[in-house]
């Protein structure tokens, strides 16, 4: 029997996230649907677009089902807790068997504050959804990007974002998304630079943390709203940082640092990427050359990108 082949490619924005108000509990109550689990806050899709691209096989009505993640060409499966969760979540969808191949490949560094797990995600769903016929609207694509994201807390309102595209607020948390753009020049860079990872899970169940983030990220968000503009937006990212005292927690001695000398240049700003050893600026093209020169003295320990904010969402590519 002939197998017929097919496969999809879905590009989605890479974003950094500059604050965030965990909300995962009403009145001291936990909250228990993850539609309603999220957070408010800011942040922009970079020019930096991960790639998913799915291949889909027919298989003999005798065989198993098969499954196969890789991410940036490692064979991950279970590993990608949040494509997995997806998948297992549609596969009661499936009528017969198949052979899955997910390939997710991302420029920048997974575990860095990126948002690749949201892009991820997103691709997924966008992926199966295009190839296997699967009729979804927009909003249930989100949806179950979203809760996937939750589930496995790798991210609260990345996806809501990534869907926005450009700078947006998250005014309200969970799903359906609230969200609101935030106008920016065309000619600004985002110079980024990523000394390693830090595992969003570790930090949304530390409890010393994640109470600080609340109260810092309810306090950013207030002040973003009242000057809703670039200038407000890094001021209130910078402010967040220093009020949750994450780089002295987290003993981010060097980030902070690099974020204090970009700050001394003549730029919008500059911050620490959420949630990862990361930094980024914001600067008009004039003054790429002298941002470099800082973030190109911490290497070769740091990755350094030359990006700029990008206004797309999710966009399928193809399907062959």
Same mark, same amino acid.
């Given at each position: 029997?002939?197998?017929?082949?097919?496969?999809?490619?879905?590009?989605?924005?890479?974003?950094?996230?500059?604050?965030? !108000?965990?909300?995962?509990?009403?009145?001291? %109550?936990?909250?228990?649907?993850?539609?309603?689990?999220?957070?408010?806050?800011?942040?922009?899709?970079?020019? /930096?677009?991960?790639?998913?691209?799915?291949?889909?096989?027919?298989?003999?009505?005798?065989?198993?089902?098969?499954?196969?993640?890789?991410?940036?060409?490692? %064979?991950?499966?279970?590993?990608?807790?949040?494509?997995?969760?997806?998948?297992?979540?549609? &596969?009661?969808?499936?009528?017969?068997?198949?052979?899955?191949?997910?390939?997710?490949?991302?420029?920048?560094?997974?575990?860095?504050?990126?948002?690749?797990?949201?892009?991820?995600?997103?691709?997924?769903?966008?992926?199966?959804?295009?190839?296997?016929?699967?009729?979804?609207?927009?909003?249930?694509?989100? =949806?179950?990007?979203?809760?996937?994201?939750?589930?496995?807390?790798?991210?609260?309102?990345?996806?809501?974002?990534?869907?926005?595209?450009?700078?947006?607020?998250?005014? !309200?948390?969970?799903?359906?998304?609230?969200?609101?753009?935030?106008?920016?020049?065309?000619?600004?860079?985002?110079?980024?630079?990523?000394?390693?990872?830090?595992?969003? %899970?570790?930090?949304?169940?530390?409890?010393?943390?994640?109470?600080?983030?609340?109260?810092?990220? =309810?306090?950013?968000?207030? &002040?973003?709203?009242?000057? =809703?503009?670039?200038?407000?937006?890094?001021? /209130?990212?910078?402010?967040?940082?220093?009020?949750?005292?994450?780089?002295?927690?987290?003993?981010?001695?060097?980030?902070?640092?690099?974020?204090?000398?970009?700050?001394?240049?003549?730029?919008?700003? /500059?911050?620490?990427?959420?949630?990862?050893?990361?930094?980024?600026?914001?600067?008009?093209? !004039?003054?790429?050359?002298?941002?470099?020169?800082?973030?190109?003295?911490?290497?070769?320990?740091?990755?350094?990108?030359?990006?700029?904010?990008?206004?797309?969402?999710?966009?399928?590519?193809?399907?062959?």
């Amino acid at each position: 029997m002939a197998h017929f082949k097919r496969e999809v490619v879905v590009d989605v924005p890479h974003r950094i996230s500059g604050f965030f !108000e965990i909300v995962d509990e009403i009145d001291g %109550k936990k909250i228990k649907d993850p539609e309603r689990i999220g957070s408010r806050g800011a942040g922009f899709n970079l020019s /930096a677009v991960g790639r998913t691209r799915i291949v889909v096989e027919d298989l003999d009505k005798s065989s198993d089902q098969k499954i196969s993640i890789f991410i940036n060409d490692e %064979k991950v499966d279970q590993k990608a807790e949040t494509t997995y969760y997806i998948y297992q979540y549609l &596969k009661q969808l499936l009528n017969s068997p198949l052979k899955i191949e997910i390939y997710h490949n991302f420029p920048l560094p997974v575990g860095c504050g990126y948002g690749a797990s949201g892009s991820g995600a997103l691709g997924t769903i966008y992926g199966f959804n295009n190839i296997l016929n699967l009729g979804f609207p927009n909003i249930e694509r989100g =949806r179950i990007a979203h809760i996937a994201e939750v589930m496995n807390q790798t991210g609260l309102g990345t996806v809501c974002g990534q869907l926005r595209g450009g700078l947006c607020i998250l005014k !309200e948390p969970g799903y359906p998304c609230v969200s609101e753009s935030i106008n920016f020049s065309q000619n600004l860079k985002i110079i980024c630079g990523s000394f390693g990872m830090i595992h969003t %899970k570790s930090i949304l169940t530390d409890p010393v943390l994640n109470s600080k983030i609340k109260k810092a990220g =309810r306090r950013a968000q207030a &002040k973003l709203l009242q000057n =809703r503009d670039i200038k407000a937006f890094i001021t /209130a990212s910078t402010e967040f940082v220093k009020e949750t005292q994450m780089l002295k927690i987290l003993e981010l001695h060097k980030i902070e640092d690099l974020i204090t000398r970009l700050n001394n240049l003549k730029i919008l700003g /500059a911050s620490m990427n959420q949630l990862g050893r990361s930094v980024y600026a914001i600067c008009k093209k !004039e003054n790429e050359r002298e941002v470099m020169e800082i973030f190109d003295t911490y290497k070769p320990e740091i990755n350094v990108f030359d990006l700029s904010i990008n206004k797309m969402g999710p966009n399928i590519k193809n399907n062959k």
